[in-house]
């Protein structure tokens, strides 16, 4: 699940970020894993993420939980996005003891990750890291843009509708918070965190 490696909220003072995705595995045991799913989704959901999603409808796009929850299928992504590591370290606690039998990624500051799969006694099967950004650094968004185009790893959140967004925020048309929240609205997987990005956006 590299399209979580690359955020860029390490500067965050006031919170941490942490992404989480459950999934069951195609042709191993995806068949009927619907049921497991929404348990799942319930689970974190009652752990109070940022944002939350079944990888088609998120929190973040506007949907209610009862709508998520109907639309959940055998070959959903359960994600999530925290910036509070006590609630983080509270969901994944209790997807481990629901032992469903389903794969768990989990994304975030190396240390802070580990030190709460220590604390839970958790030992991690894989670690993807991410190596930076290689090639024409120029072409990308300036850099108090990244923290924002980042956390939708599949570019739903363009360096536009953010520069659109700031415009918006400066003229006095939009609060932090619902600059946030319009961001967020078009990242279908539910891994953009919008209060992450209000802090963010905060500084204009």
């Known amino acids: 699940m590299t399209h979580t490696l690359h955020r860029r909220t390490e500067a965050l003072k006031d919170a941490e970020d942490f992404v989480s995705m459950v999934l069951a595995t195609h042709g ?92 839970l006694g958790i030992k991690p099967h894989t670690v993807n890291m991410s190596l930076g950004i290689f090639g024409n650094k120029s072409l990308l968004p300036e850099e108090n843009i990244l923290p924002l185009c980042t956390m939708c790893g599949h570019g739903m959140v363009s360096k536009q509708r953010i520069e659109n967004t700031i415009q918006k925020l400066k003229s006095g048309k939009l609060t932090p918070e619902k600059a946030g929240e319009k961001l967020a609205s078009t990242c279908t997987c539910g891994i953009f965190n919008p209060k992450i990005a209000t802090l963010i956006l905060k500084k204009y």
């Open 28 to 119: 191993i045991n995806d068949k009927g894993a619907s049921k497991k799913l929404r348990q799942i989704f319930e689970l974190i959901s009652d752990a109070n993420p940022d944002n939350i999603s079944n990888d088609c409808l998120s929190r973040g796009m506007g949907y209610t939980d009862e709508e998520i929850l109907r639309d959940i299928k055998d070959r959903s992504i359960i994600t999530s996005a925290f910036s509070d590591r006590t609630c983080f370290k509270n969901a994944l606690k209790k997807v481990k003891e629901a032992d469903l039998g389903l794969s768990v990624v989990v994304s975030g500051n190396y240390k802070a990750v580990f030190d709460i799969a220590k604390e």
